[in-house]
């Protein structure tokens, strides 16, 4: 089975920098993204940047120009790193994988636990 976990949350104030990380586990034949997503209390969980399989990165409207998502495919991590935080950017930040088990496999969705990052103005 795919596990993920993520480190790096936390405690920053406003204008400040935090580095999310998230290591996958477990046999997997192929990741075709991974990605971050954040939900936010009383607000559904929204994208804020994935990265295909050929390094091409897409991000939320929210945070171009201030965070940017890179992996390391031999080791299945994927990083974010996020400048300029601002108090709306606070909420728990989930590492996504979406893979293949197998050769024949259809592509499946797998989430970490998830890792709080709190901005205080």
């Known amino acids: 089975q795919v596990q993920l976990v993520e480190s790096g949350g936390g405690l920053v104030q406003s204008g400040g920098s935090l580095r999310l990380s998230c290591a996958a586990s477990?046999?997997?034949?192929?990741?075709?993204?991974m990605g971050w997503y954040r939900q936010a209390p009383g607000k559904q969980r929204e994208l804020v940047a994935l990265?295909?399989?050929?390094?091409?990165?897409r991000y939320a409207d929210s945070v171009k120009g201030r965070f940017t998502i890179s992996r390391d495919s031999a080791k299945k991590l994927v990083y974010l790193e996020m400048n300029s935080l601002k108090p709306e950017d606070t909420a728990v930040y989930y590492c996504?994988?979406?893979?293949?088990?197998?050769?024949?496999?259809?592509?499946?969705?797998?989430w970490g636990q998830g890792t709080q990052v709190t901005v205080s103005s």
């Open positions: 477990g046999s997997i034949f192929s990741i075709d993204t």
């Open positions: 996504n994988l979406e893979g293949r088990l197998t050769y024949l496999s259809s592509p499946n969705d797998y």
């Open positions: 990265i295909t399989s050929g390094d091409s990165a």
